[in-house]
Structure formats: structure tokens, C-alpha cells
């Protein structure tokens, strides 16, 4: 369909007419010296009838791809003048579009081989934070609130119920003597970052020195202070490749285009 409509003799003689308007208008002072001549190729019509289709669902009108074809000649007289001009010298922006545009291309055309997998375990020994797989715990918290006890008392009171509750680790009463709070009293198998979200850094990084098989405490967070009774750690760990064959590959390739954006 779209190569019936552009072969249609209207048509032609309207882009025609369009093209020699417009190259009249901006270009009639002889002293320019950018190119005069502005030529529309069936590929760029059609390019620019399947932007449109693609934006808008359907096909252009005549009227619509008429005034599609008139836009792009007039963008090309313009782009044209700010060159004559020297408007894209020393132009930031302009520059740094000009280096994306370069580093696509180099991307394009020096996509590496893929790694071998001693290349990849090479990698992975060379950035082994990276990928290094986080520390896990499971506990039980108990929270008593700043804000409703007041620092003082809640401090006293923190050191009152340890005591209690290293006396009987089970804590049966422990979620009844402390204050509601909008978060789980107990995670399994979390990892740092888990932590770290849910109860804030400090209380993440103070969980690290914190042992296994009783109750202790108190350890500050954003919202109060906690007791802490952690069930189990399983360490940080550097990973196996199999674990993370795919983040390696990834992050291999990326460095591996990097530096061949840099060496041009």
C-alpha cells in the first residue's frame, strides 16, 4: 500500500513542489555557501511513513505524509546553515552527543568474542566483591520505642528485659513486652542488604558482631532500640562460577567495550 501511495504522480509533484518552495525561501541568498540541493529518497519517505504508523497505529494520509516530508526537508536546511555557520563547534552538547554516538558504534563493531570460562574465573578472582555472595542471618528482635518510653527509661528498660529474657531464650513473652512496631519480629534468612533496608546501617553493621544463641543487646536503629536474638549466620562467601556465570559474562563484556572505547 505504502508504495501505491508513492508512486502516485500527486504525490510526487507535491514533494517536488514542497522542495523547491522551501529550498527557495531558506536558500535564495546566493552568498550561502551550504549545498542547495535537499533530495528526498523513496527509503526516507517510507522511513518516515513507519515512524508515523508506528506512533500513531495507522498509516499517514496524503496530507499527513505531505507535511512529514516538508518537516524533514526543512530540519535538513537547518541543520545544513548551523553547520555552514560552525554552530556544532564548541558546543558541549553537540560534543558529547558526537562521543555517545562514536561509542555506540565502536560497540556495534567491537563486540568481543565470548569469554572463555578461564577468562571469566579470571575475572571473578580480580573483582571478588563483585559478586561476593552477602552474609545471611535469621533473629528475632524485640523493640522497645525512644519516642513513647523516652531515651532514658527505654534504655533501663531495654537492660531489665535482657536480663529476663537471657533467663528464658525461648522468649515466650518477649513479643508482648516490647512496643509495636510495622515490621516482621522475626526474618529468616535475610541478607545484610535485607537488614539494611528494613532496619537501617547502623543496626545492620551492629547485627555483624552479634552471636548466635542468645539474646542481646540493645542496638539502636532509626526507629528505637532493639534485643536481638539471632538463630542463625550463614558468612559472606566468594561465589562458584556456575553461581554467577551470567553477571560475570555481563560485566566482563562491558569492561572488555570500555576499553575499546578508550583505545580509539
Known amino acids: 500500500m505504502m508504495r501505491r501511495i508513492l508512486g502516485e504522480p500527486l504525490l510526487q509533484f507535491a514533494v517536488l513542489g514542497v522542495l523547491l518552495f522551501v529550498s527557495f ?8 555557501t551550504a549545498p542547495q540541493r ?21 498509516a499517514p494520509t496524503r496530507a499527513e505524509l505531505d507535511g512529514l516530508v516538508e518537516d524533514y526537508v526543512r530540519e535538513e536546511i537547518l541543520y545544513r546553515e548551523a553547520l555552514a555557520l560552525g554552530l556544532d563547534r564548541d558546543d558541549t552538547i553537540v560534543r ?10 565502536s560497540e556495534d563493531l567491537g563486540t568481543p568474542d565470548p569469554a572463555s570460562d ?5 575475572f571473578l578472582e580480580a573483582h571478588p566483591e563483585r559478586f561476593r555472595v552477602e552474609a545471611r542471618l535469621s533473629f528475632r528482635q524485640v523493640f522497645l520505642s525512644s519516642e513513647r518510653r523516652g531515651e532514658a527509661n527505654s534504655v533501663q528498660e531495654a537492660a531489665r528485659l535482657l536480663v529476663a529474657l537471657q533467663d528464658d531464650p525461648a522468649g515466650a513473652d518477649a513479643d508482648a513486652a516490647g512496643d509495636p512496631l510495622p515490621l516482621r519480629a522475626e526474618l ?7 537488614v539494611e533496608r528494613t532496619f537501617g546501617s547502623h543496626f545492620a553493621v551492629a547485627l555483624r558482631d552479634v552471636a548466635p544463641g542468645r539474646w542481646q ?8 532500640l532493639h534485643l536481638v536474638f539471632v538463630r542463625a549466620r550463614t558468612p559472606a562467601r566468594k561465589p562458584m ?3 554467577v556465570r551470567e553477571r560475570v559474562q555481563s560485566e566482563w563484556l562491558v569492561q572488555r567495550r570500555r576499553e575499546a572505547n578508550e583505545s580509539v
Not at 96 to 102: C, E, F, N
Not at 118 to 122: F, G
Open 38 to 58: 535537499v533530495v528526498v529518497t523513496t527509503g526516507q519517505i517510507e522511513r518516515l511513513a513507519e515512524t508515523w504508523r508506528r506512533t500513531w497505529q495507522r
Open 118 to 122: 578461564a577468562e571469566l574465573q579470571s
Open 241 to 243: 562460577l556456575e553461581e
Open 217 to 224: 543487646g540493645p542496638i539502636a536503629s532509626a526507629y528505637g
Open 25 to 32: 525561501r531558506m536558500l535564495g541568498d546566493p552568498r550561502n
Open 96 to 105: 558529547r552527543r558526537l562521543r555517545q554516538k562514536m561509542e555506540f558504534l
Open 188 to 194: 529468616s534468612d535475610a541478607t545484610e542488604s535485607e
